[in-house]
């Protein structure tokens, strides 16, 4: 499958009761969070960093009726899930990192495995991963969590009504969207490939021509019985029943899996990194364990650092060699905190990443063999996505990254409701030490169990300082994901780079595996000159046909500066 189309930590999150009695009152009125006294504005502005244009005129509509970042948030995740259907979706599940009245919160609405899936559900007889089986169809699909990740999130820190944010996204499915050049393409490319012939895909999806107005009125009704009955519907209503019926005979989620799913409130992981607080994803994410220690790691190699070029061949190395280190600890230790103690302290810790630091080699690539996880054996080996950022004038900030896995998901839609589900069951490592999708391996931290979360690389962070948002940033990517926040946050802050530049500047990914290999990305390409230096290093290079889609915001004072991905169809509004 092509890539395109497709601290102070506690690990353990408290579980919150997900439906709260659908009262009237809640959907028609206002949520708690209304009720509190009105903050004074602390910057001059709202703003927003989105994935489309249509995404960002629901955003500015929730801003104009009085909504805050979590408003605008649910707004936008809703309506994307209209019109970005390659990766925006209710589908699928995310993380939300949020930054809400000074303090900092994490919401883990990520998919869980069925209740009937097995650790060696996606191999054969002989013990082989079966090819395509965990991407394409209905057994590829983990029990949806955006809906109730949303609902939860508005539930807790929402101003408007829930009827009022869900309104644009019912809008866009009834009477339509202009199709972009780029979506048709994506679109084509998901249709090339072997396997989505043999799911419904075509049958809604088609018509996504650019230029043409698509409209999706099964799932208009699916987000109208939404905003009418909150999550319930998607959980235990109608949509609860058609997504069973659909899944009778061809998959394994049936209603009582969808009944039983709960987003998750977890400790966000904190780190203190060059004067910043960096508050990002926890597990089941490995990408906020992942970007501190590549921030860390780089800090403590400061004197190498020192004098070296962006993107020169040495800083490919040094990266590369930080970035050996960070995808063998990942592959070792890192799955759903709920099944498995992840060492998210010391993984973390600062003498622990110095000791990493003095691992790497300056002179050339470290022998693959050579680089182990970090935290020796003696640990129990038991035990395309979109992202948007969003801060408010209340200084309150939203950074969400969710996924439906590859671009379109598993190809699969539920017959009635216009739902493209995900095959985010290819997450898991299918048989320890073969690579899924994305090129990464993982051990049994990372086994298929029933109700358990496959491991992620979303990293939706934020940094703050004395208080304040400082940024807000996330990107698509798989395995990508946390390598490229860390070199956007690097070009801002250590190389002063203005945010534009530091989003644009070439980015590149090394993961361990395969051996001293560097992946270029089609934006930027390594070639020429570059390149040969590179190679001399002792490095391959390889080009891969994803680019990542950063959306991120710089508060500059009291200015917010959004800037989207060149990369993308990425869009940025200011909202006095
Ligand atoms: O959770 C993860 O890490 C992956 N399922 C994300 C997939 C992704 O970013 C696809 N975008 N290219």
Known sequence: MKLINKARISATGFALVAFVAVSGSFLETAPAHAKAPPQPAVLNASAIAVADQFSAEAAEQIFKEGGNAVDAAVAIAFTLAVTYPEAGNIGGGGFMTLYMDGKPYFLDYRERAPLAATKNMYLDDQGNVIKGMSLFGYRAVGVPGTVDGMWEAHRRFGKLKWKQVLAPSIEYARDGFFVSNQLEQRRREFEEQEFVGKTNFETYFSNLKAGLTFRQPDLAAVLTRIANDGAKDFYDGKTADLIAAAMRGHGLITKRDLQEYKAIWRQPIEAKWNGYEVITAPPPSSGGIGLVQLLKIKADLAPDFNYITLNSPQYVHLVAEIEKRVFADRAQYLGDPDFYKVPVAQLTDDAYLAKRAAEVNPAGPSDTKSVQPGLGTSMPEKAETTHFSVIDKWGNAVSNTYTINGYFGSGVVVEGTGILLNDEMDDFSAKPGVANVFGVVGSDANAIEPKKRPLSSMSPTILTKDGKVSLVIGTPGGSRIFTSIFQVITNVYDF?????????????????????????????????????????????????????????????????????????????RVIP
């Not at 780079?497 to 089609?522: C, G, K, S, Y």
């Not at 390594?526 to 046909?545: M, N, S, T």
């Not at 959306?551 to 169809?569: F, H, L, M, S, W």
């Open 496 to 572: 002063k780079m203005p945010l534009p530049d530091a989003v644009a500047a070439m980015r590149f990914h090394h993961q361990l595996l395969p051996p001293n290999t560097i992946f270029w990305e089609p934006y930027k390409p390594i070639e020429g000159r570059l390149a040969e230096q590179i190679e001399a290093k002792g490095y391959v290079l390889k080009g891969q046909d994803f680019n990542g889609d950063i959306q991120v915001i710089k508060v500059n004072g009291n200015t917010p500066e959004p800037v989207a991905d060149p990369r993308g169809r990425g869009v940025t």
